[in-house]
């Protein structure tokens, strides 16, 4: 009888191996060095590495202008499907430029 236990804000919850885990983990310095190993990019130690049968690094390619296409695709869908968005017109967007030009600074 495998079983593994999980603890969040609180709750502490024991689920059978039958069914799927997943997690991830941030960089420590924001972002994944090649040259550490997995294990000392995020942090994490041996006992609870074990628990996973499957380990995947997925890594982001800095390139700031795919970066700035793909927010604004994100940003104008979001703006688009908003149940307000023609109420919202003009100012949404002027919103979302002052939120542009704040996260650029």
């Known amino acids: 009888q495998q079983s593994i236990s999980i603890s969040k804000a609180g709750i502490i919850a024991t689920l059978q191996a039958r069914c799927a885990v997943i997690a991830a983990a941030n960089p ?10 997995f294990t000392e990019n995020v942090d994490l130690t041996d006992p609870i590495l074990s628990r996973f049968d499957c380990i995947c690094v997925v890594k982001d390619t800095v390139d700031p202008i795919e970066d700035e296409r793909l927010a604004e695709f994100v940003v104008g869908s979001h703006r688009r499907l908003h149940p307000r968005a023609e109420e ?3 100012a949404g967007a002027m919103q979302a430029a002052a939120a542009k030009d704040a996260i650029d600074q």
């Open 28 to 37: 420590l310095k924001g972002t994944y060095d090649p040259s550490l190993s």
């Open 88 to 90: 919202l017109g003009t």
